[in-house]
C-alpha cells in the first residue's frame, strides 16, 4: 500500500477536523451563499473521508458512497440551491441573522464540547470508534442550524449537513449495511426535488425565502 | 388456481402501485377509477390476510397480528380517502398540481405505507417510511395558499430531519445484530444492550417526529391543518400509526434485555407527556381541523404508552389504532364538508352548522366523541384497556396522568364541537365567510357520498367498540368494578 496506517489515520483525523471546522463556519453565516459552499466543501471532505476509510478497509463500497456524496451533496445539490439564490436576491442574505451570529457560534462551540462530553459517556461505552464522535457533534450542529434558522436555504443547508453527519457515521459503523446507504442518498435526489418545487412554489407565493410568522399556523 | 400467500402481498402493493402509474395516462377520469379500483384491491387483499390470519414470513414480506390490522386499516382509510376526494378537490380552483398527479400520489402514499407494514426489513421500513414524506408532501400544498404552503415546507423540513436520526437507528441496529430482518432479530437476544437501547432512542426521535409525539411535534397540527381533508385524514388515521408502528418494531427488540424496563419508561414518558400536552392545547384552538390534528397526537401519545407497558395495553393500542383511524378519518371528512359549505376553518365564523348541514352537522359531533373516548366507540375500548394495564402494573401515577389526558382531551374537543355545531352564529361572523376561497359557496352542502363515507368509517369505529366490550368489562371484573 502506498499510504501507511498511520497515514491513513492522520488523513481521517485531519479530515474530521476540516467537517467540525465548516460545521462552525456554517453557524457563524448570515449570508446565504457562503453557507451553500461551505456545505458543498464538508461533503467533499467527507467523500475524502470514504476514500480513507476505503483504503483501511478495502470495502469498495465506499468508494461508490464517496462519489455519490461528491456528486449529488457536493455539486448538485449546492447549484440547484446557488442557482435559487441567483434568481432571488432577497434570499442573499437572512433577516436578522446579523445579530444573533455571535451567540450561534458560541452555542455551536458549546454543543461540540457538550456533544463530545455526551458521546464519551454514553456512546463510547457501547464499543462504537471514538471517530464517530465527529460525525455525533456534526449531528447536533446540524439540528443547530436547522432549528435557529428562518431562511429556507439555510435549513436546507443544516438538513445536508445532517444527512452528511449520519451518511459519515454509518460508514465508520457499519460500511457493510446493505444498501441502506445508497437508498438514503437516492431518496436526499427525491427530497431535493420536492424541496426545489416548494421552494419555487414558496418564493412566488411569499417573495421571500424566509419563514413568515403566518397568523393561521400558530398555537 | 389457488393463490400463494406470497403473491397475495405482491398484489397488495402492487395495486396502489399500478394505481399510481395508471391514474397518470391522458384520459379524463381515468385516475378516479385507476385509485378506486387499486385501493378496493387493497381493502380485499388485506382483508384476506386477515381472515387467514397470515402468520410468518413470505420472500421478502413479514406478517403477524400487528401488520395484519396495519395493513387492513390503511387499506380501508385509503380507499375511502379517495372516494371522498371524489366530492372534495373538484372544489380546489387552482390546484398546486394537477388532480391526476394528486390521484397519482394519493397511491403512491398508500403504497409507502402498505410497504412499511409488511417487509421484513428495518432498512426497507425507515426507506418506506422516509417515502411517505416525499409522496406527501405536495399533498399538503395541494390548495396553493400560502399557509398550505408553509405547512408543507415546514413537514418536509421537520420530518426528514428527524427521520435521518431513526437511520442512524437503523444502522446501530446492524451494528449490533449484523441483520436488519425483522424475522431474524426478533428472536436474537441483543449483542449489545447499551447500543440497542441507544439505537431505540434515536428511534424514538425519528419515527417519533413523524408520529406527532411532543416534543418533535411541530409539524403536525400544520399540515393536518393544512392538507385538504381527505389527506389529512390519510395523515391522522394512518401515517401517524404507521411510524408508531417502526418505532413499536425497533422497541420489541429490547424484549427480555435488562435495558428494556428503562426504555420502556422513556417511550412511556414521551407518550404521556404528547397526550397531557395535545389534550390541553386542543381546548384553545380556533381552528377546527387544528384541533382534531391535537386531537391525533393525543391519540397518538396513548397509543404509545400502550404499546410500551405491553400486555392487556399493547392489545388496547392496537384497538386504539383501528378504532382511531376509522373516527378520525370520519371527523376530517365532516371538517372537509363544513370547509365547502363555510370557506372558514375558524371556529368563530362557524357556528350551528346542524342547521346548514343537518347529516354532517350530527356526524361530526359523533366523530369527535368517538375519538375522545366516549363508549361504546372503539377508541373507548382502547383507552379503557391501556388504563386497566397501567393499573394492574401497579403504574398508579401514569393511570391518574391518562385519566387526566382522557378527560381535558374529552371536555377540550366536545365543548368546542358542540359548540360549533349547535351554537349560535353571529351575523357579523356570518357575514365575513365569504366565498373568496378556491372552495364552492355555501350553495353545494352535501351529497350522498359526502355523508355516506363518513358515517360508514363512524359506524366502523362504533362496531369494533361494541364487539370489544365484553373484553371491557372482563378487565374491569378483574379490578372489582
Known sequence: ?219 | MVLDQTTLFVILLGAPAAGAAISLLPRDGIEVLASLVSAAISVAVSVLFFLLGTTGTFGYFYADGLTRVMAVTISAVFFTSVAYSVFYIKRIKEPFIRFRWYYSLVDLFAFTMLLAVTVNDLGFVWIAIEATTVTSALLVALEREKTSIEAAWRYTLIVSAGLVASLLSVILVYYSQGTLSISDLMVKTPASTLLMAIAVGFALVGYGTKAGIAPMHAWLPDAHSEAPSPVSAMFSGILLPTSIYALVRTFGLLQGSSVFGPMQNLLIGFGIFTALLAAVIMGYQRNYKRMLAYSSMENMGIILVGFALGGVGAFGAVVQIIAHAFGKSSAFYEAGNVLVAYNSKSMAEVQGVAKKLKVSGYLFTLSCLSVTGAPPFGVFVGEFMILSQALSSGNFLLAILLAVAYMYAFIGLNKQAIQMIFGQQSLASESEAGPESPHEPIAQRENWISVALPFANLLISLIIGVYMIPLVLQAATGFGL
Request: glycine share 8%; no cysteine; net charge negative.
Open chain 1, 1 to 219: 500500500m502506498i499510504l501507511s496506517p498511520a497515514l491513513l489515520t492522520e488523513l481521517s483525523g485531519l479530515f474530521g477536523i476540516l467537517v467540525i471546522l465548516s460545521a462552525l463556519y456554517m453557524q457563524g453565516q448570515s449570508f446565504v451563499d457562503p453557507t451553500i459552499r461551505a456545505i458543498s466543501f464538508q461533503s467533499f471532505a467527507i467523500a475524502g473521508l470514504f476514500v480513507v476509510l476505503y483504503l483501511q478497509s478495502g470495502d469498495i463500497t465506499l468508494v461508490y458512497l464517496a462519489g455519490i456524496t461528491a456528486v449529488i451533496r457536493g455539486v448538485l445539490i449546492p447549484r440547484v440551491m446557488l442557482y435559487q439564490v441567483r434568481n432571488f436576491k432577497h434570499s442573499l442574505r437572512e433577516t436578522g441573522a446579523g445579530q444573533r451570529i455571535p451567540s450561534l457560534i458560541i452555542v455551536g462551540i458549546i454543543f461540540v464540547i457538550g456533544g463530545y462530553a455526551i458521546f464519551k459517556s454514553v456512546l463510547l461505552p457501547a464499543a462504537l470508534d471514538p471517530l464517530v464522535s465527529v460525525p455525533f457533534v456534526l449531528l447536533l450542529l446540524s439540528f443547530l442550524l436547522i432549528f435557529t434558522r428562518r431562511n429556507a436555504l439555510m435549513q436546507m443547508s443544516g438538513f445536508l449537513e445532517e444527512e452528511n453527519a449520519v451518511l459519515y457515521a454509518g460508514a465508520l459503523i457499519a460500511p457493510s449495511i446493505p444498501l441502506l446507504v445508497e437508498f438514503a442518498v437516492v431518496l436526499d435526489v427525491l427530497g431535493v426535488v420536492l424541496v426545489g418545487v416548494i421552494l419555487s412554489a414558496s418564493r412566488d407565493v411569499f417573495l421571500t425565502l424566509e419563514a413568515p410568522e403566518l397568523e393561521e399556523l400558530s398555537g
